[in-house]
Every structure is written in structure tokens, then in C-alpha cells.
């Protein structure tokens, strides 16, 4: 089965509200996160990353949240804006299996006026 | 910086024919990877290189798929022959890779595969 999962796949926010994407994984072993942004006809964009060894990480706009007890990583983006719609991939790197990711399904962001 | 740059863009065949991808990484990016992406869901790991090494291809369909990175630099991704099931989109990712505390992975655009 996957390790990486996502618990909703679409969501949708208005312009100006705060957007939370949620991601479950079930490998302990797995060290390192990262998230992916990616609008249509693009590849994956890097947005932030977090090891296993901190429970938060802040970017511009961007927070994300480990929580290794119950395995879930969730993103929060601060006032969304209408740029922001795209979908959301969570990925894990587990220790020691080299440097490949294992990617989740995704979520569509949908911004709304 | 210069991107990840992949070509072509789009490609349509026929099922049973061949085709090949280019990947040109990140200068300086030691480990290369290919990607499959089908439409809906993530991207699910080919094969990774490190320089001209295969690091892990234990997910790649060895009897049609093939990929190489000779000089450590630019990779090429074959199939022969294709399927239906392979239309996908092919994304090229590098990364530094000398490490794992901190491994970003940059993507290209991807080649979008038409099998009909």
C-alpha cells in the first residue's frame, strides 16, 4: 500500500482565508518532508521542507506541522491567495533508503474570489 | 540558475513503438532522477541516479523501460515498446544529493506521453 496518503482531495477556500492541507504517512522510518506545489502543465515546485527531529517549520505565507506521534503533516498557507490554487503533494524520504521521495495522491487548492 | 530542463514537451505514438526523453539537471547535481506521473495521482519514483550510477531501479519496468546517464550529466529515459498504460507524464527531477539532511528535489516540466 502507499505510505503517503492525503485526507481530502479538493479543497476550497476564499481569497484572504487561511488554507490547512493535511497529510498522513505511516512509515516511522521516514526522516524528512517535504511539500510540492504544482499548477497544470508544470512539474513539482519546492515549497518547504521539515526533518523528523522538529515539530514546525515557517516559510513566507507557509507553516508546516510534524506530528510524528499520530504520523500526520499538515501545510497552512496565510491569507491564500488566488496564485495558491494548484495541487498539493506531500513527499517522505525514509532514513537511510537513499534520496528518493515517495510522492502522496495531492490535493487541489481551489481559491475563490 | 538554470532549471531542470526536459524535451520534448508533448509526444503521441502509437502503442508498440518507441520513444526516448531528455533530462538536462541542475549543473552541479550529482543524483538524477525519472519520474512517472499518471494523470490524478503523485509522481511514482523510476529510477535515481548518483552521477553515473543507478542508485535504485527496483521500480522500473526492465522490460520495456530503459534510462541512462553516461557522462553523469544529461539522462535519457526510453520505452520500447509502449503501452496504453504508459501514458503518463515523465518528470526529470536533481538534486545536490550529497547528503540526506537535506535533499530538495528540483523538477522539469515534465514530457507529457500520449499512447494511442
Known amino acids: 500500500g502507499e505510505s503517503v496518503g492525503l485526507h481530502l482531495p479538493t479543497l476550497s477556500v476564499q481569497e484572504g482565508d487561511n488554507s490547512i492541507i493535511n497529510c498522513a504517512y505511516s512509515n516511522s522510518a521516514s526522516d524528512y518532508f517535504i511539500w510540492y506545489k504544482q499548477e497544470s502543465g508544470k512539474g513539482p515546485q519546492f515549497i518547504i521542507d521539515?526533518?523528523?527531529?522538529?515539530d514546525k517549520r515557517q516559510g513566507q505565507r507557509v507553516t508546516v506541522l510534524l506530528n510524528k506521534t499520530v504520523k500526520h503533516l499538515s501545510l497552512q498557507i496565510a491569507a491564500t491567495q488566488p496564485g495558491d490554487s494548484a495541487v498539493y503533494f506531500c513527499?517522505?524520504?525514509?532514513?537511510?533508503?537513499?534520496?528518493?521521495?515517495?510522492f502522496g495522491k495531492g490535493t487541489s487548492l481551489l481559491v475563490t474570489p | 540558475e538554470a532549471g531542470v530542463a526536459q524535451s520534448p514537451r508533448y509526444k503521441i505514438i502509437e502503442k508498440r513503438q518507441s520513444v526516448a526523453f531528455w533530462c538536462n539537471p541542475i549543473s552541479g547535481h550529482a543524483t538524477l532522477y525519472w519520474y512517472q506521473q499518471i494523470l490524478g495521482q503523485g509522481p511514482k519514483l523510476l529510477i535515481q541516479f548518483q552521477n553515473n550510477g543507478v542508485v535504485d531501479d527496483s521500480q522500473l519496468p526492465k522490460d520495456r523501460f530503459s534510462a541512462e546517464r553516461l557522462k553523469g550529466v544529461d539522462s535519457t529515459l526510453k520505452i520500447q515498446p509502449a503501452k496504453l498504460e504508459d501514458s503518463a507524464v515523465y518528470l526529470c527531477?536533481?538534486?545536490?544529493?550529497?547528503?540526506?539532511?537535506?535533499?530538495?528535489?528540483?523538477f522539469g516540466a515534465g514530457t507529457r506521453l500520449s499512447v494511442l
Open positions: 513527499a517522505e524520504n525514509i532514513q537511510n533508503s537513499g534520496y528518493a521521495l515517495n
Open positions: 521539515i526533518r523528523s527531529n522538529m
Open positions: 527531477a536533481s538534486s545536490l544529493g550529497v547528503s540526506n539532511l537535506k535533499n530538495i528535489q528540483y
